[in-house]
T-cell receptor, first 112, second 113 residues
Framework: SQQGEEDPQALSIQEGENATMNCSYKTSINNLQWYRQNSGRGLVHLILIRSNEREKHSGRLRVTLDTSKKSSSLLITASRAADTASYFCATDLTGANSKLTFGKGITLSVRP | DAGVIQSPRHEVTEMGQEVTLRCKPISGHNSLFWYRQTMMRGLELLIYFNNNVPIDDSGMPEDRFSAKMPNASFSTLKIQPSEPRDSAVYFC???????????FGPGTRLLVL
C-alpha cells in the first residue's frame, strides 16, 4: 500500500476559508514534503519538514508533523481560487538510497 | 535557471513505434527521476539516477522501457515498442540529493494510438 496516504481525496471550500489536508505514512522518514500540481503542469514543491521539526510556515501555508502518529497536515489559510490544484505529500524514507514516495494526491477546489 | 527541461512536450505515435523522451536536469543537481502519471495509477516512479548511475529501476514496467543518463546534464527514457497502455504524462525531476526537494519538468504528454 502507499507509504504516504492523503486525506481527504477531494476537498471543496469557499474562497477565504481555510483548507486542511492530511497525510499519513507507515515507516520512519527523514523528511516529508508537500507539492502542488495545477492541471496540466508539473509538480511544484511547497514545503519540506524534517523528522526533527514539528511545524513550519511559508506564507499562507502551515505544515505540522507528528512522528509519533506518523502523520502530517497542510493548512492553507484564507484560500483563494488560485489555490485550486492537486496537493501531494511525499515521504523520504530512512535508509540507504532514499527516494521520495508520493501519495495519490488531494484535489482541492476553491470556489470564488 | 531554466529549470528542468523536457522534450518533446507532446508526442503522438502509433503502437509499435519507438518513443524517446528527453530531459535536461537543473545544473548542479546530482539526482534525476523519471515518473509516469495516469488517472488510474497516479504518479509512479519509474527509475532514478544518482551521479548518472541508475539506483532503482524497480518501477520500470517491463523490458520495453529503458533509461540512460550518459552525463550529468542529459537523460533519456525510451519505450520500444510502444503500446496504447503507455499513454500517460511522463515527468522528469531533479534534486540535489535523492531525498531532498525535487524540481519537476513540465512533462511529456504521450499518446500511443
Amino acid at each position: 500500500s502507499q507509504q504516504g496516504e492523503e486525506d481527504p481525496q477531494a476537498l471543496s471550500i469557499q474562497e477565504g476559508e481555510n483548507a486542511t489536508m492530511n497525510c499519513s505514512y507507515k515507516t520512519s522518514i527523514n523528511n516529508l514534503q508537500w507539492y502542488r500540481q495545477n492541471s496540466g503542469r508539473g509538480l511544484v514543491h511547497l514545503i519540506l519538514i524534517r523528522s526533527n521539526e514539528r511545524e513550519k510556515h511559508s506564507g499562507r501555508l502551515r505544515v505540522t508533523l507528528d512522528t509519533s502518529k506518523k502523520s502530517s497536515s497542510l493548512l492553507i489559510t484564507a484560500s483563494r481560487a488560485a489555490d485550486t490544484a492537486s496537493y501531494f505529500c511525499a515521504t523520504d524514507l530512512t535508509g540507504a538510497n532514499s527516494k521520495l514516495t508520493f501519495g495519490k494526491g488531494i484535489t482541492l477546489s476553491v470556489r470564488p | 535557471d531554466a529549470g528542468v527541461i523536457q522534450s518533446p512536450r507532446h508526442e503522438v505515435t502509433e503502437m509499435g513505434q519507438e518513443v524517446t523522451l528527453r530531459c535536461k536536469p537543473i545544473s548542479g543537481h546530482n539526482s534525476l527521476f523519471w515518473y509516469r502519471q495516469t488517472m488510474m495509477r497516479g504518479l509512479e516512479l519509474l527509475i532514478y539516477f544518482n551521479n548518472n548511475v541508475p539506483i532503482d529501476d524497480s518501477g520500470m514496467p517491463e523490458d520495453r522501457f529503458s533509461a540512460k543518463m550518459p552525463n550529468a546534464s542529459f537523460s533519456t527514457l525510451k519505450i520500444q515498442p510502444s503500446e496504447p497502455r503507455d499513454s500517460a504524462v511522463y515527468f522528469c525531476a531533479s534534486s540535489y540529493g535523492s531525498g531532498e526537494t525535487q524540481y519537476f519538468g513540465p512533462g511529456t504528454r504521450l499518446l500511443v494510438l
